[in-house]
């Protein structure tokens, strides 16, 4: 598959998941929840932590009020479990967030801001949604907590300026489309555990070099991977990845030849 061809399909299929990216299940982020769910109390921590700042469903945060809205930089309360789904879809001015020590769970489309810069993930959470921060395009480097379990489909589409992902043992699933065009992205190491990657996980991500899979992997979907022709694919020997490299990988249009290069490690 060549690079061209390529993005010239992503742009397709980007266009069609805005749609579904887009619903919030009928919560919208907006300070006019405050009205019908109520403000609960959030405990003082460091960082803009506030009791007028969110919106909550028991211990799920909705979205945020008027004052909420307005910062630039938040701290989620260790009160918290989940961040609903499209919480801060509609935030336009928030850079960082920093996440409670509670929270187990970013819901669908919880994110979508094109000026969040960073984030900081508890080792409390568990599951990142479908398209929880969809088109954070200023986003450069995430690191994961050993806790989490599954990042959903399309979970970090779209982030181009990714440069470092760290992921860490105790992840088990990578969703379809979850890093599909990450433009800066030369490197990515998968960690032990890992059992299954969706189709698209990492494409179009036509910058990397060297992607490294874990001997846990039992499904890698055709299509996983979109990096230029001669990346470097690093498995361990004998594993299920090195048995199963042909079926996974994409082929020349021209010559039906493998563009990833199997190497050992």
Same mark, same amino acid.
């Given at each position: 598959?060549?690079?061209?061809?390529?993005?010239?399909?992503?742009?397709?299929?980007?266009?069609?998941?805005?749609?579904?990216?887009?619903?919030?299940?009928? =919560?919208?982020?907006?300070?006019?929840?405050?009205?019908?769910?109520?403000?609960?109390?959030?405990?003082?921590?460091?960082?803009? $932590?506030?009791?007028?700042?969110?919106?909550?469903?028991?211990?799920?945060?909705?979205?945020?009020?008027? $004052?909420?809205?307005?910062?630039?930089?938040? =701290?989620?309360?260790?009160?918290?479990?989940? +961040?609903?789904?499209?919480?801060?879809?509609?935030?336009?001015?928030?850079? $960082?967030?920093?996440?409670?020590?509670?929270?187990?769970? *970013?819901?669908?489309?919880?994110?979508?801001?094109?000026?969040?810069?960073?984030? $900081?993930?508890?080792?409390?959470? /568990?599951? *990142?949604?479908?398209?929880?921060?969809?088109?954070?395009?200023?986003?450069?480097?995430?690191? !994961?907590?050993?806790?989490? /379990? %599954? *990042?959903?489909?399309?979970?970090?589409?779209?982030?181009?300026?990714?440069?470092? +992902?760290?992921?860490?043992?105790?992840?088990?699933?990578?969703?379809?489309?979850?890093?599909?065009?990450?433009?800066?992205?030369?490197?990515?190491?998968? @960690?032990?555990?890992?059992?299954?990657?969706? %189709?698209?996980?990492?494409? @179009?991500?036509? #910058?990397?070099?060297?992607? #490294?899979? @874990?001997?846990?992997?039992? %499904? *890698?979907?055709?299509?996983? !991977?979109?990096?230029?022709?001669?990346?470097?694919?690093?498995?361990?020997?004998?594993?299920?990845?090195?048995?199963?490299?042909?079926?996974?990988?994409?082929?020349?249009?021209?010559?039906?030849?493998?563009? #990833?290069?199997? %190497?050992? #490690?």
């Amino acid at each position: 598959m060549k690079i061209i061809i390529t993005i010239g399909l992503v742009l397709v299929l980007g266009i069609g998941m805005l749609t579904g990216c887009g619903k919030s299940s009928g =919560t919208s982020g907006t300070s006019n929840q405050a009205s019908s769910e109520g403000t609960k109390t959030a405990e003082k921590t460091s960082g803009g $932590s506030s009791d007028d700042y969110f919106t909550w469903d028991g211990d799920t945060i909705t979205g945020l009020t008027d $004052s909420g809205a307005k910062q630039t930089s938040l =701290t989620i309360p260790d009160s918290a479990k989940k +961040i609903g789904d499209g919480a801060f879809q509609f935030d336009s001015v928030l850079t $960082s967030i920093t996440l409670g020590n509670g929270l187990e769970e *970013i819901g669908e489309a919880a994110f979508w801001g094109d000026k969040l810069t960073e984030i $900081s993930f508890p080792s409390s959470l /568990k599951n *990142i949604d479908e398209c929880a921060f969809y088109i954070c395009d200023k986003l450069t480097e995430i690191s !994961f907590p050993s806790s989490l /379990k %599954n *990042i959903g489909k399309s979970a970090f589409y779209g982030c181009r300026s990714l440069k470092t +992902i760290t992921f860490s043992v105790g992840l088990e699933e990578i969703g379809a489309d979850a890093f599909g065009l990450c433009d800066d992205l030369v490197k990515i190491e998968l @960690p032990e555990g890992l059992a299954s990657i969706g %189709n698209g996980a990492f494409s @179009p991500c036509p #910058y990397v070099q060297d992607i #490294y899979l @874990p001997t846990s992997l039992e %499904n *890698i979907s055709k299509g996983a !991977f979109g990096f230029n022709d001669g990346a470097n694919v690093y498995v361990k020997k004998d594993s299920w990845a090195d048995s199963h490299f042909a079926e996974f990988v994409d082929t020349s249009l021209a010559t039906d030849a493998l563009i #990833y290069t199997k %190497n050992y #490690y």
